[in-house]
Structure formats: C-alpha cells, structure tokens
C-alpha cells in the first residue's frame, strides 16, 4: 500500500484505549489465547519433526516456534491498540498456517542438510529461515498498515491510482522478456539475480480496491438498468464495457503469462465484486460464460495453433491423464502432477507424522506443492484441518463485509476474502488433480515474500475492516466523533440509505 | 449487498468442499495404489533401505548387496554373472524382479510373514537387519561343470539346456541356459543405462532373456520313445516282446524310416533292443498298436500337459514357471486317431514338445523307482541372522509308473547307454542310462540334440538325472554330444569332479 499518512485526529494523550467504552467486548484476549494454543501446535509440529529427523528432541527445539510466536504477538499488540474490534480469529488462523509454513520449510532444510552431510543450517539459514526473516518484514508491513490506515474508506480515495497500480502490476511480467519474468513456464515474476517479486500478488489488493471504489459508483446503473431475457435481467450493452475490459485483461494474463490459475482468479474476483454490488445474477452468469468460454476456446486453439495458447493446451491434457506415461515422461508434462499426488496417497488418512516422510521428492515442495509435500506427512486429517483455518479466515473476513455498514468496505472485505479463498481453491484444486494445475502460491504457506507480504496486507486490511464493522454504533472512533452528518462522499455511505 | 455476499461465502464454502472430497479421493480411496505406484519412488527407495537377502548355493553367494552411500543404499551385485542369471533372474530398480529373485522376493525383501518375528523384534530394537537368505539346491561343481560343457560344446551350438535332478528328492542339481546374459548391468541404479541393456538383450534373436531349461518346448525326438515304452510296458508288454520293426513303415500319408540301415532291419525286434537301438518303425508301430489315448496317457501320467508346475520353493509353491509339454492332438478333424500322426508323434517328432526339465523328470523317475518328486530349487531359507527357518521337505508330485516298469525301463535305458546310441554317455564308476534324442524341427534346419539319463553309484543310490538340449545341432549324430555333456554333468553333480 503507498497511500500516504493520513492525518489520524487521534487523542494522543489519552491512548488508544480510550476509544473502547465499557461493556464492550474487543475480544482481544481470545485473540491472545488462540495465538499462544496456535504457537504451541507450531512448537510440537518442531519437535515432532526433530523427533523423526534427529530421533531425539533437543533443547533448541522450540526456538523457531518461540521466534515466530514472538512476531504475531508483536502484530496482536499493534492490533490491540489500532484495531482493538477486530476479529479475533484472523490473527491466530492465519499465525497457524504461517506457522506451520516456516516449519514445514525448516524441516526441508533439515533433510536436505542430513542428505548432503551438510551442517545443520542456523534458524534464519535456508528456505526456513528466509521465510521467518519474510515473516517478520510482512507482519511489519500489516502493522505499518493498521497504523497508517485507521480508516479503511480512507482507501477509496486513491481509487483509481492504486486500479492503474493494479493493472501495471499485472502486465510488467507480461512485456517483461521471458528471461526475466519466466519461471517454469509461467510468466509471472521479475527477477533480478537471485531475488524475484510476483507483482501479481500485490495487484489483487489494489485491483480489489479500484474495483470495489468503481462499482460502488456505478452500481445503480450496473443494476437498475436492463433488459429481460429468459426470466434473467441481462445488462445493457454500453454498460458491459469494464466487464468485457477486466476479461480481457484476464485473458491476456492467460496466453501471454501463460496462467490460468491468475486469470482466473482476477476475473472471479471482479466478477464476484459485480454481482455483490449490483445483486444481479446475470453478472454471474455473463462472467462464468465469458470465461469458461474464452478457456475452452484457448484450449482448441493450443491444440490446433499452438503458439501462445500452446502451454495452457498442454496443462489441461496433463491434467485429464496425468499418470499417462508419455504425460509423465515429457519436459513439463506430469511429473511434479503425479509426485504430488502419490504424496498424497502416501500419506493417506494420518500421514506419516512431520519430519518422517520423503516430501523432498515432490517437485516445487517449497513453493507451488508445498501441500502435497504437507499432506504426505499430516495426512488428511492435518490438511483437513488447514483447509478448515482456510476455510475460517475466508468466512471471518466475509462476516467482516456483512457487518461493515458501508458498501466500500462491504465489497474491499467481500472481494479479498473471495480473493483468498479462490486462490487457496485454484492451488490446491490444482496439485489435488481437480483443476488443471497453475502456478499459484499456496497464502501463507508457500516460500516467498511476495506472496506472504501481500497476503499479511490483505488480512491486515479485514482486520481494519473488521474492526470497523465489530466497532458499536455508538463508538467513539475518530470519525464518528461528533454530531452525526449525511455522508460526504457517495462511497462512505450505508448501504441501506443507499437501496431504495 | 449482504444477500449476494452471503452467497459468495456459500460458493466458498462450496469450492472448499469439492477440494475437501478431492483430498478424500486422492488420500484415502486412492491411497493403496499410490502409495504403491510404480512412479512413486519411495516404494523404491524403502526397497533399498535395508539389504536385500542374498541368494547362494553350496556356500557360494550368487546374489549380494554392495553399499553405495547413495539414496538407493544397496546395490544387487551377481558375482557369477551368466552363469546362474537363469535361475537368479535379476532386480532391476523400479520394476518387477524375474526367475529366483522374483518368487522369493517376499522373503527377500524381507516382508514375508516367515520374518514376521524379525520384523517384530526390528520394531523394538530399532535397526533393521533386512531380508532373509535363500539357499538354493544347486549344486555349483554340478552347475559350473554344466555352464562350461554346453559353452564349450564341440558342434559350436549357440542356443541349449541343461537341467540335473537329484532323482530321489527333486533337487535341482544344475540348471543352465544358453545363451544366457549377465544380470549386473540390469539392477544399475541409473535407471536408463538399465533400459538401454535390457533393450540390447530383448532385441537378442537367440533370446538370452529366457530360460530355455524350463521355458522352450522343443521336439524331443527319440527321447519320446521310453514314454511309449513305459506305455507297452504297462499294458503288458516285457522288454523281451518282439515287436514288429523292418527298415521302412508306411502308416497313413507318413512313411517312417530308421537313421541308419542297419538299425532294426528286420521284420522283429525285442522291445529292449528297440530303445537301445532306437529304433524307428519298431516304435511307430508300438505307438500305433497302443492307440493315441494310451500314449497320451502316459505322457500326461510324466508331466505332459501339466501347466501349473512350479520349480523353486515347496513350501509355497511360487518359483520359476514351467512350460507345459505337449503330445499334441494326434487327431483328424472328425475326432478319430490320426494314425500318420501317431506313428510320427511315438518319435517324439510332429507336434510333440517337451522342455528340458520334463526330460530330465522322466529319466528321474525312471531312476526313483517310478516315483516322480517334484523338482525345487529352494533349499533353505535362512533369516538376516541366518537361523534355519525352512528346509525343503521332499515331496511326491506323482507316480506315472510301478516299480516293476521302472525296473524294466531302467534295464532298457542302461542297454541304450552300454549297448547302443548313447555310449558317450558313459561315466567310469557309474551306472549310466539314458536316451538320445534327434528332432527334426524346421525344414532345412539341423536337428536339436537331446539326452535324457541317469547315473547310479556303486552301492546303488541314483545320484543324478539328467536332460541336456542343443538346439540345431549341425554335423550329423546331433546326440552324441548332448550325451557327452549330459555324463560329464552327472559325474560333476555326483561329487567327482568337473572335467
């Protein structure tokens, strides 16, 4: 987020803490409890891993965990003080999965220096290490979020900046030469030397604003004016345009970032935001045509021209007979498929315990099937059980957008939690063989900062909001401060003043 | 804007499922057969984490482990090569192991229930000793006498067998194929120098990869007459029976002549002198007179047709697959004898098959007074820590013949070797009987030369049978040098010496 500080009317002397009144419930003491019973899951998960690795638990065990616990509590305190209504399950959900990331990737580094008879790397060696040094440099920036915006309607003011932000941040790769911006097969990266950025893992949060500024501007006409036709109010031409733009856009992700996993999650987040705003299932309805179509016909043309469409052609023949043995054996045909799935399978119901299974064999462990490495070793009843913080962080962040009173933060919170749990759908759909599989990060999981630092934004950004919608009517938030006045701008009104 | 927003939770909630039912699928109805996949490398690696059991006969390793510090700790190592890669089969990375190694892979490895207490006090103690030792019957003078002789054979043969039997027990003494390939390059950890050598010997037109000992069924020639005999001797015939022989039998559209002139000429012939002699027409006229049903009778009560033999372990059952031998129909169309058929069929030659190791149960049963024991070529398991865990216990597979004909047999295939075409057979010290073998197979082609036989010590006890085949033997007599290989096998396997 680059939107500059903005002038906090905050009572400065009296601390935050004055702004809650009596006999309401912040919920922040929950929040603590959870993070600590979450910490000590992580803790065990290290010491499990040890206890299979080393076949001893040893007294440094814990610090990871302790490290790790040490950062979110930090956040829990930013929180407490900037956001002291927020949601309390957010924070300790999400440190979970976070968590257990760092672990997992520990436990990697472990093996792999047991193997190559390397010395043990240090906490902050490795993909291990470089992820709780990610870690860190996130939960700075989530905090530095909550402190700066205080209010999450302040946001909609550099609307339409942060839309072209967006869009930049999702073409760069595409006219970035493939050197540069190309990592197996996917151009979504910038890479100088060693160090890379998916800038696409940023757009989601600044597109999800612009779209959400945009519709709320324009959702009267968005919904109001139609034409009927087979029982479904279909919208007027003219007014398709941004629909057919964003799609567009998308499509061009897909043939020219040769992603389908990131197309499809721009264009479901924007179509998703369309209809929550206008109410109109014919938004839902044109958009899963437009895009199920406009696939389907990039799969015939990468059968019959190849070209650009070529990769997504092979992706979908991958997936419908991964086990196939010329699937299997081609350069970039099944194979990272297949060993994700028979770890999988290997693991089955309770997994072989962490540390005690071969996740080393799966292709991409740290990144992309950072998963199918972890169910190897939880089973289904450990990834059942990541699907369902998955699951609660999604819920908690919509629950924000249900109760938020106005329509912005409405859709920001309705559009980056669908957001989240789309992109958690499209990467696990995608190594579980449900999906054809793409390029995505697992959120929170996956080894890397760009996806963790703007994923830590997005929640930090439902936890503003949520805050905002836990806050009572009758708070004494800054902004509410004083005698009650119609709403200045159209964007930061109710919703209910709003429908007629 | 809520009630649209609630229902976008719902298609979360929804999308959350479907991967929730996915994982479902993938982790728990699938699980058994990815976790057992051929793709999935931890079945292989686990394979090579503790060492595989060695095979050896005589004190001899024939199949060991060498440690490589690589992922794959264990590497097959076959220190006598061609020699026993026949039996041994081979464990190649990654795939389905062959011959020995493939019927006791169980044991081998180490999950067989017979190591179920092994496995239990690993569990306790924590290192895993690995799988268990298999010991096999071979004899190595008897199979390294065998492996020189059929290499070194005087006609420069290229492709044979030959298989040795303990005739009282059914321990398999020697069983060598030629050509045969050297197993080592095929278990190479690097998976695609393995293919590429597998591919080089699959291409091989003499066939390297089988096992001609138990795998090719070949026309057996004259050796086919002493079932014939053992059928005339069973209904009522005696080795002094004149039969009637002369130099040319005509029967249907087959006419039947003798090797030689000088063979049974005349009109009659005793029984006896026609095995010695091996004598053509005599047998063809035997085998008609006896009928087709009868013939095939007793080829079936030696082992004929039989497709479910078995040659390794005992106990259970598993080992190298046996190709059944065949007589053939012996029929016209409408269901009658085919009597040219039958005439040629009692020489062993139009559509009648035989393996090696059939050949070497019919001279072994002759040999154990007409008790035909099933053959094996396991003779011990021994655990990791090696204590005895199974011996073979000898077993009957069944008794195509009375002691009485077995006696009478005998008489007959010692004069064959004594009197007649299988002299070169002959061992100083022993008792020597047997029968040759010549089939014409494929026009034009030089004939297989066979001998089946037995040797008997001093005191008695038959300490070998034998069959040994060469394919296409060129230079006439093809044999007199199957006969020559056949005593020097039985001399090594009876303890005295190789050559």
């Given at each position: 987020m680059t939107a500059p500080a903005v002038p906090a009317p905050t009572p400065a002397n009296t601390g935050e803490m004055s702004r809650i009144p009596t006999g309401w419930k912040t919920r922040r003491n929950a929040e603590l409890g959870l993070l600590i019973f979450a910490m000590l899951i992580v803790a065990v998960f290290g010491a499990t891993v040890e206890a299979n690795q080393f076949d001893e638990i040893r007294m440094t065990s814990w610090i990871p965990a302790a490290l790790v616990g040490i950062l979110f509590l930090g956040l829990h305190i930013v929180v407490r003080y900037t956001a002291p209504f927020a949601d309390p399950v957010l924070l300790p959900a999400v440190a979970l999965i976070n968590g257990i990331g760092v672990g997992f990737l520990r436990r990697l580094d472990l093996a792999r220096a047991i193997a190559q008879k390397q010395p043990e790397p240090g906490i902050f060696a490795g993909t291990g290490g470089r992820q709780l040094a990610w870690t860190l440099a996130s939960l700075i920036l989530a905090a530095v979020l909550l402190l700066v915006i205080r209010?999450?309607?302040?946001v909609s003011r550099y609307a339409y900046t942060l839309g072209l932000v967006g869009i930049v941040l999702v073409m760069i790769p595409a006219v970035l030469p493939s050197s540069i911006s190309e990592v197996n097969g996917a151009k979504l990266w910038i890479r100088f030397g060693s160090f890379s950025i998916q800038p696409g893992e940023f757009a989601k949060i600044a597109l999800v604003s612009f779209f959400a500024y945009y519709l709320v501007r324009k959702r009267e006409v968005l919904s109001l004016a139609s034409r009927r036709f087979l029982g479904v109010d279909f919208p007027r031409g003219r007014d398709l345009g941004p629909v057919v733009t964003v799609w567009l856009l998308s499509l061009l992700v897909l043939v020219f970032e040769k992603d389908l996993g990131t197309a499809l999650l721009y264009f479901g987040l924007f179509v998703v935001t369309l209809y929550v705003a206008t109410e109109r299932a014919s938004w839902l309805i044109i958009g899963l045509v437009l895009f199920f179509g406009g696939v389907y016909v990039a799969y015939l043309l990468g059968a019959s021209v190849g070209g650009p469409f070529a990769n997504f052609y092979d992706r979908a023949e991958v997936w419908l007979d991964p086990f196939e043995l010329e699937n299997y054996e081609r350069v970039g045909g099944s194979y990272q498929l297949v060993q994700g799935l028979l770890g999988l399978g290997t693991g089955g119901l309770f997994g072989s315990g962490p540390g005690a299974g071969s996740p080393g064999l799966v292709p991409e462990v740290r990144t992309d099937f950072i998963f199918a490495g972890l169910g190897e070793e939880i089973g289904l009843f450990g990834l059942s059980a990541i699907l369902v913080l998955y699951l609660l962080i999604v819920e908690r962040g919509m629950r924000a957008g249900l109760a938020v009173r106005d329509s912005f933060g409405k859709l920001v919170a309705g559009g980056l939690a669908f957001t989240l749990g789309l992109q958690v759908f499209v990467i696990l759909g995608g190594i579980t063989g449900l999906i054809p599989l793409t390029g995505q990060t697992t959120p929170f999981l996956s080894a890397g900062g760009s996806s963790l630092m703007a994923n830590w934004l997005l929640i930090a950004m439902l936890l503003r909001i949520s805050d905002a919608a836990r806050q009572p009517a009758t708070g004494a938030g800054p902004e509410r401060a004083g005698p009650k006045k119609a709403p200045t701008q159209l964007h930061g009104a109710m919703t209910e003043v709003i429908k007629p | 804007m809520n009630a649209p927003l609630r229902r976008a939770g719902v298609v979360v909630l929804v999308l959350f499922g479907l991967i929730f039912a996915n994982l479902n699928w993938v982790q728990v109805y699938r699980a058994d057969d990815y976790r057992t996949h051929e793709f999935n490398r931890r079945v292989m690696v686990a394979e090579y984490e503790t060492p595989r059991g060695v095979i050896e006969a005589g004190g001899k390793a024939l199949a060991q482990n060498k440690e490589t510090g690589d992922e794959l700790k264990y590497l097959r190592v076959y220190p006598e090569g061609k020699m026993y890669a026949p039996v041994l089969g081979y464990k190649p990375v990654g795939l389905g192991a062959t011959g020995i190694e493939a019927s006791e892979n169980d044991f081998l490895s180490g999950a067989s229930d017979k190591l179920f207490a092994d496995r239990l006090s690993n569990m306790f103690t924590g290192d895993n000793a690995g799988g268990g030792n298999v010991v096999l019957s071979v004899n190595p003078k008897a199979q390294e006498a065998a492996w020189k002789q059929m290499n070194n054979n005087q006609r420069n043969v290229s492709r044979g067998a030959a298989v040795a039997i303990d005739p009282s027990t059914g321990a398999i003494q020697a069983m060598v194929s030629m050509p045969s390939f050297d197993p080592n390059p095929l278990v190479d950890h690097d998976m695609e120098a393995a293919q590429k050598a597998y591919k080089a010997l699959d291409a091989d037109e003499d066939d390297p990869l089988i096992n001609r000992a138990v795998g090719a069924t070949l026309p057996p020639g004259s050796v086919f007459k002493v079932i014939v005999a053992a059928s005339a001797l069973q209904n009522g015939y005696k080795t002094s029976t004149e039969i009637e022989a002369g130099s040319v039998y005509r029967e249907g559209g087959a006419t039947i002549r003798n090797s030689e002139d000088e063979v049974c000429p005349g009109s009659q012939v005793t029984l006896k002198e026609a095995l010695t002699e091996s004598c053509n027409t005599g047998f063809s006229r035997l085998g008609v007179a006896l009928g087709a049903d009868k013939v095939k009778e007793s080829a079936k009560a030696f082992g004929f047709e039989d497709e479910a033999l078995k040659v390794g372990d005992l106990d259970s059952g598993t080992g190298l697959t046996v190709a059944a031998s065949r007589t053939g129909a012996i029929a016209n169309p409408d269901g009658t004898t085919d009597t040219a058929a039958l005439a040629q069929s009692s020489l062993g030659q139009r559509d009648v098959r035989m393996t090696p190791l059939q050949g070497a149960m019919i001279a072994a049963t002759v040999a154990n007074g007409g008790r035909q024991m099933r053959p094996y070529l396991v003779q011990k398991l021994l655990g990791p820590?090696?204590?005895?865990i199974y011996t073979a216990e000898p077993d009957e597979l069944r008794e195509p013949i009375s002691s009485g004909v077995a006696d009478d047999l005998r008489d007959m295939m010692v004069s064959v070797v004594e009197n007649g075409t299988g002299k070169r057979a002959k061992i100083d010290g022993f008792t020597v009987g047997g029968k040759t073998g010549t089939a014409q197979n494929a026009e034009g082609a030089n004939p297989h030369g066979w001998f089946i036989g037995f040797a008997f010590d001093d005191s008695g006890k038959a300490v070998s049978a034998i069959c040994v085949m060469l394919e296409n033997v060129p230079g006439g007599h093809a044999s007199a040098e199957a006969a020559r290989i056949a005593g020097l096998i039985m001399k090594a396997a009876a303890g005295r010496g190789g050559d």
């Open positions: 209010d999450h309607k302040i | 820590d090696r204590r005895t």
